[in-house]
């Protein structure tokens, strides 16, 4: 079974615009990683943020976690062309494996 | 470019073969771990090596296996192939078996197999 889920399944919008997606999970956790695949290609890594961290940037990249709520969000700030891909989140539990979910795919519109 | 290297990249085979997947990992590199992706859904463990040795499996029959060899670079094995196999395998290297240290874990471009 999948730690996390996220939401929503699929998203469009315009080059410029925000893109937000989330991620809850189950259990409690050590770490949250996001990842960024283009179609049919390896992973990506982009940002692993702490359980004990509440916000991290990275460029145009902004991840919350938000533990009470085991939940956490991934925020592309001035969408490009080049953004479109799927993003999964991977929780990391008290061991070695990462635990993805089914992933949000984004398309960004010229 | 991650410097994980998958081969084949693509590669069609039988119901009932067997089929072998490499991978070489990252320069100084110690943990490679192995992903199954199924079209739509995200990646499914199926085991990781550290320094040659199984460092932990996830909810895949035996007919799964691998290898780690000294250099570090990986094997994985599919016996008896399903045709519920057909997949993109990843191959995942880090140092110091990455997840829960925090060390980035880096992705190859995966390989497709195709069961028919």
């Known amino acids: 079974s999948q730690q996390g889920e996220e939401d929503p399944q699929a998203l469009s919008i315009q080059e410029g615009e925000n893109a937000t997606m989330n991620c809850s999970y189950k259990t409690s956790i050590n770490n949250l990683q996001w990842y960024r695949q283009n179609s049919g290609r390896g992973l990506v890594h982009l940002i692993l943020?702490?359980?004990?961290?509440r916000e991290k940037h990275s460029g145009r990249l902004r991840v919350t976690l938000d533990t009470s709520k085991k939940s956490s969000s991934l925020l592309i700030t001035a969408s490009r062309a080049a953004d479109t891909a799927s993003y999964f989140c991977?929780?990391?539990?008290?061991?070695?494996?990462?635990?993805f979910g089914a992933g949000t795919t984004v398309t960004v519109r010229a | 470019e991650t410097g994980v290297t998958q081969s084949p990249t693509h590669l069609i085979k039988t119901r009932g073969q067997q089929v072998t997947l490499r991978c070489s990992s990252q320069s100084g590199h110690n943990t490679v771990s192995w992903y199954q992706q199924a079209l739509g859904q995200g990646p499914q463990f199926i085991f990781q090596y550290y320094r040659e040795e199984e460092n932990g499996r996830g909810n895949f029959p035996p007919r799964f296996s691998g290898l780690q060899f000294p250099n570090y670079s990986s094997e994985l094995n599919v016996n008896a192939l399903e045709l519920d196999d057909s997949a993109l395998y990843l191959c995942?290297?880090?140092?110091?078996?990455?997840?829960?240290?925090?060390?980035?874990?880096?992705f190859g471009e995966g390989s497709w197999l195709t069961v028919v």
């Open positions: 995942a290297s880090s140092f110091e078996t990455g997840a829960l240290s925090g060390n980035t874990i880096y």
């Open positions: 991977a929780t990391v539990l008290n061991d070695y494996k990462l635990s």
């Open positions: 943020i702490r359980s004990n961290e």
